[in-house]
């Protein structure tokens, strides 16, 4: 699919954007500046951007533990998601969700849990609300490897199939679930999988190609909006860092020459390369749009540190669902 120069910029754009702030924030949680744990998708930039970049800006979105790029992929500010990370109460659930509990509806994106495979029920019930609606929006479920043998993953594809959904459920095959390598504990092609729902599935081999996982996504969003009901897509895909930040293990699971493999195909600098090589944009641009995003950045850090911490007295607010009227 050919796309406008303005928007292969600004693939390139949400890709920086999820690269320098999960480095960022893999500082600050190393300094004790983030509270908890986190995880980063470096090395997944193309796989997030090329998905939320085949939604319209109405459509849904949910992620899962590693998912500050989900909603950056799909257009959030960064200051709000950098306050959340930090506990602040401008951040994008008040200070309450954290590293791994991001939403912000604004731009679609429902949520996102470290309860593996939990964000995929919420998705397909998102889908649901759409059908009966007639709104129109697509709704898509990111989750890992390690979320391919959970039993909600099945049940919501069989309700998808059955009820012909605009879902499309994304797995992000980073190869790893933790520390345990997906070959030792889930048989066959993930994709593969989608025949016993009635529905397409395709694996794109290439993930670290923004433009590859995009002409994928699209195609089952597209079918998803004419009501043709759900599809799978597996993306193979590679996380640079550890499963977390500051995780030590007794052991190297990974070893070094596939690291170094998949740092090859690093997907911010593969597409660099490409809109260099294609005239789409000289040196001099992508230097300065590496230098704007870096200042987001910053300035995202910034708005975290010069907001306030949530006042004591909202911390049992939004537990439950707030009153509309009628007796109490």
């Known amino acids: 699919m050919t796309l406008a120069n303005d928007i292969l910029l600004e693939m390139q754009r949400r890709m920086l954007r999820i690269r320098y702030f999960d480095e960022r924030a893999s500082k600050m949680v190393k300094r004790g500046e983030i509270p908890g744990t986190v995880h980063t998708s470096i090395g997944q930039e193309a796989q997030v951007v090329g998905a939320c970049m085949a939604l319209s800006e109405i459509d849904y979105m949910t992620g899962n533990h590693r998912s500050h790029g989900h909603p950056i992929g799909k257009g959030a500010q960064l200051g709000p998601l950098m306050a959340e990370l930090v506990g602040k109460a401008t951040g994008v659930c008040g200070g309450k969700g954290g590293s791994m509990h991001l939403a912000d509806f ?47 993953l099945y049940e919501a594809m069989n309700l998808a199939s059955v009820w012909e959904l605009p879902i499309v459920f994304l797995c992000e095959n980073n190869h790893y679930a933790l520390s345990t390598p997906a070959h030792t504990v889930t048989a066959g092609v993930i994709a593969e999988r989608a025949a016993g729902f009635n529905m397409p599935g395709v694996r794109v081999e290439d993930g670290q190609s923004v433009l590859t996982v995009y002409d994928a996504v699209r195609a089952a969003v597209d079918r998803a909006r004419a009501n043709k009901g759900p599809s799978l897509v597996e993306v193979m895909t590679y996380r640079f860092n550890e499963h977390s930040e500051g995780l030590r293990l007794a052991t190297d699971y990974r070893n070094a020459a596939e690291k170094e493999s998949w740092l090859k195909r690093d997907p911010v600098k593969m597409f ?57």
């Open 106 to 152: 604004k731009v679609g994106s429902l949520g996102e849990s470290g309860i593996v495979g939990s964000s995929i029920p919420i998705a397909t019930g998102a889908a649901l609300s759409s059908k009966i609606l007639g709104t129109g929006r697509v709704s898509l479920a990111f989750f890992g490897d390690g979320a391919a043998n959970q039993g909600c």
């Open 272 to 328: 660099r390369s490409y809109l260099l090589d294609n005239g789409i944009a000289d040196a001099s641009i992508l230097d300065q749009l590496e230098a704007e995003v870096l200042a987001e950045v910053e300035d995202a850090v910034q708005f975290a540190e010069d907001s306030p911490y949530p006042e004591p007295s909202v911390a049992f607010k939004d537990i439950y669902t707030e009153s509309f009227g009628g007796t109490q």
